[in-house]
T-cell receptor, first 117, second 112 residues
Framework: DTEVTQTPKHLVMGMTNKKSLKCEQH?????MYWYKQKAKKPPELMFV???????INESVPSRFSPECPNSSLLNLHLHALQPEDSALYLC????????????????FGSGTRLTVV | KQEVTQIPAALSVPEGENLVLNCSFT??????LQWFRQDPGKGLTSLLL?????REQTSGRLNASLDKSSGRSTLYIAASQPGDSATYLC???????????FGSGTRLQVQP
């Protein structure tokens, strides 16, 4: 299995809703990432998990709450979002840097298109 | 802080042309460089991963080169086809933050 699977593919939520995005990989990767991408812009890093521990939070508002319950799963919990949070949310995985110094590439999922109304 | 730049921002060519997409980065201490393709509203598909010790990497009609010392990479697409129309992104791992830093992408349109 060489894929990163994201669900749902599309999500529409109100500003008072609570929802979750899910990401799963079975490549044995121990680093997982959340990126946010606005239209016609490159992906922007949100969070990095390494060995199921949060290692980087790029000053993301607390209405976004990541969770890594095990080495294969990554969640992003959403609460009280704003319309400007509407974007494509991408999950990615890679080998952890501690394991191999150079030869790791990143695998991305197909994303969740989030619309906040 | 690593910065990645891609030129041109957009490109429109007739089918069959050979073309070159450019990527430059400011910190040459990179482990590797990865080229991705992104169709509108979709995720990122990895095209080529080129290691810092390599000069080039090939996959089908695609060839990526890397010149670490000058901070440049090129993606060469031979005999372009309408199905190649997409946005092409180059990215390098940020050695400090341990995550990918992306260029702004080149939007390619191949006219039939």
């Amino acid at each position: 299995d060489t894929e990163v699977t994201q669900t749902p593919k599309h999500l529409v939520m109100g500003m008072t809703n609570k929802k979750s995005l899910k990401c799963e990989q079975h490549m044995g990767h121990r680093a997982m990432y959340w990126y946010k991408q606005k239209a016609k812009k490159p992906p922007e890093l949100m969070f990095v998990y390494s060995y199921e521990k949060l290692s980087i939070n790029e000053s993301v508002p607390s209405r976004f709450s990541p969770e890594c319950p095990n080495s294969s799963l990554l969640n992003l919990h959403l609460h009280a979002l704003q319309p400007e949070d509407s974007a494509l949310y991408l999950c990615a995985s890679s080998q952890a840097r501690q394991e191999i110094k150079a030869n790791y590439g990143y695998t991305f999922g197909s994303g969740t298109r989030l619309t906040v109304v | 802080k690593q910065e990645v730049t891609q030129i041109p921002a957009a490109l429109s060519v007739p089918e069959g042309e050979n073309l070159v997409l450019n990527c430059s980065f400011t910190d040459s201490a990179i482990y590797n460089l990865q080229w991705f393709r992104q169709d509108p509203g979709k995720g990122l598909t990895s095209l080529l991963l080129i290691q810092s010790s390599q000069r080039e990497q090939t996959s089908g009609r695609l060839n990526a080169s890397l010149d670490k010392s000058s901070g440049r990479s090129t993606l060469y697409i031979a005999a372009s086809q309408p199905g190649d129309s997409a946005t092409y992104l180059c990215a390098v791992p940020d050695t400090g933050r341990r995550a990918l830093t992306f260029g702004s992408g080149t939007r390619l349109q191949v006219q039939p």
